[in-house]
């Protein structure tokens, strides 16, 4: 029984190599839980670009938004284990609405494989033009002596935008109010108009209206400077050291997918991901290349729904 037990696992393993070897002979389907356009898809297009070449089948991008991502990362969840459905997860998929949801539909953990972590993107803070604010200093001390005076908008409740709003919160131990919109155009609408006073928001998203002198920039939420505004001090240099945050885009293909087809679409995406043309059009949107290995990948899911838990532990974090 124990000879034919081990006879099993060896020809298990065998079919696993063969299969390694002979994937994909067919198109890949990259799932992105959210709308063409913005950072999602643009990491998205441009890693399926390159995939594609380089296995010699196509990496078809398709979009499933709704529902701040859970529409999509169900649909790649219960997808075949076979390596031919693929999956852009990022903070909110995987971290942020698990626990904030009550009866989400998939678990993070047991639903998908981490395959790599492709790239980090982080915020910055804008205020409108209207607010005395010059510096995270002004703000801070202004938001000590007047609690849930200032308030805030993001692209909806969860999204990277807010968790780096309640991050700063509870690092500055100051309050503020929180005002979700559905989507980063009316937030960013609203900004400028001055019905909200600041925002916490994608780089790229806002970059051009702060050069074009429309909002005003008071730093980054990355542990360095952006070449996108390299005058912008990070939250770090600016009173709250070990301040880090923003938005992060990673490769997953459902749970059961072959260890062999995960291995192979890591070194891949690895290499992908050394191209300049992949490089250049991440760093356009004011991305950082990552990279590493299938555990890594796990490892940052972990602390980063760790790090979500925690907030909502504070009672900080929750939807409003």
Known sequence: MKNIALLLGLFAGIFLSA??????????????????????????????????LTLGQPVIVDNKAGAGGIIGADIAAKAP???????????????????????????PFKDFAPIILLASAPSV????????????????????????????????????AHLAAVLYESMANV???????KGLAPAMTDLMSGQVQLMFSSLVAIAPHIK?????????????RS??????????????PGYEAGSWYGLLAP??????????LNQESAKALRQFNVRDALNKEGADVAGGTPEDFANHIKVEHGRVGKMMADGRLKTN
């Open 227 to 240: 070449a996108l505004l390299p005058d912008v001090p990070t939250l770090a240099e600016s009173g709250l």
């Open 81 to 107: 284990s076979d390596g031919y459905t693929l999956f852009l997860g990022g903070v909110g998929s995987l971290a942020v609405n698990p626990q904030l949801m009550p009866k989400i539909p998939y678990d």
């Open 125 to 160: 803070v804008a205020v409108n033009l209207s607010q005395p604010f010059k510096t995270i200093q002004d703000m801070t001390a202004f938001a000590k002596k007047s609690p849930n005076r200032l308030n805030y908008a993001s692209n909806g409740n969860g999204s990277s």
């Open 255 to 264: 749970a059961g997918t072959p260890s062999d087809v995960i291995q192979k």
């Open 175 to 181: 309050e503020m109010v929180h005002i979700p919109y």
């Open 19 to 52: 299969q390694a070897q002979n994937y994909p002979n067919k198109a890949i389907k990259l799932i992105v839980p959210f709308a063409p356009g913005g950072g999602n898809d643009t990491v998205a297009r441009s890693i399926a670009q390159q995939l594609s």
């Open 212 to 224: 074009a002198g429309k909002l005003r920039a008071l730093a980054v939420t990355g542990t360095k």
